[in-house]
């Protein structure tokens, strides 16, 4: 019987794709993009079509998750079809969006109703000016409508992604844990990876550890452990008392790669296999020589697997490490 499952030379079976749609973004938030962004021409973007036959090649090879992410996800057009084609597939368990909120008030029902099980939002700060100053855009107000929106369509488990930043929001911890406490949420701090070349800080001195983050939350709340595992770089504590869960996603001090079971495709058809590493197999090239050939593509996943790193190496101190933004991989 043929091998149908994508297993890498260190045992780690891949079960978890994260799909990047789109490098564009309606934001410009300083850690991840420059103001003056240049995105890659649209002919070099994956189509819809495409999207969906690389998925389609994921889910048979054994792939059950699958996070829709981007750039901006909810600002690709015609992405509500590509949602409907994959919440239609029975073999997969999860299928999550993540966002930055902006066009969900009007979206949310529109993604329950494509199948979409799980939104992850990121949310900096509450504070009407530091948004704007995280964001370089002032809509504060139309992200909170769509995480409102978001409750209101049914989502459960909506989680709140929070990129911490030493003397720029981490006094708003507890606020963001309070937020998300009194809305049923979960939330994950985030410590800022060294990904692509910024100039608006020096990411060193903003640097704020998920200990200190932590650290910050027991002065309100009482933490402990969560039994919760991703295979990813989360790692969850419960708020006692209540349902909201916190996580920490902490490149730096924890080193997550024994069980990651995730690889991703970024926008422009790259497979990477390693969010720390810039190796990458062009799926795009593979895609249009050969269109409709399904099994040459399993084949090409299944052989570059065999070349997915054992773990990453990020530095804080090495600015440029890894020259491709979080918006081209897909966060
Ligand atoms: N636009 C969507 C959003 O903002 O949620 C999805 C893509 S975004 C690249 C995914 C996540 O990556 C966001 O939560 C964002 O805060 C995070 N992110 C972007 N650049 C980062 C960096 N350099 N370090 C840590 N997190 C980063
Ligand atoms: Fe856009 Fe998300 Fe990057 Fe912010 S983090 S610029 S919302 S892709």
Redesign the pocket.
Known sequence: MPNTQLVDPFGRRITYLRLSVTDR?D?R?T??MSEDMVFAPREQILSLEELYTVADAFIGLGVKRIRI?????LVRKGLLGLLERLGARPELEDLAI???GSQLYQMAPQLRAAGVKRL???L?SLQRERFAAFTRRDKLEQVLAGIEAARAAGFSRIKL?S?VQKGRNDDEVLDLVEFAVERGLDISF????P??SISSHKREETFCSSAEVRERIEQGYALVRSSRVTGGPSRYWQVVGSETRVGFISPHSHNFCGDCNRVRVTAEGKLVLCLGHEGALDLKALLRAHPGDSQRLREALQNALQLKPERHHFQVEEQVQVLRF??MT??
Do not use: A, K, R
């Open positions: 973004c934001f938030c850690y991840c992410t981007g750039g901006e996800p993540t966002s930055n992850n939002i990121s900096d992604n990129v985030i410590e800022e990876m990904l692509g979080m918006s897909g966060g």
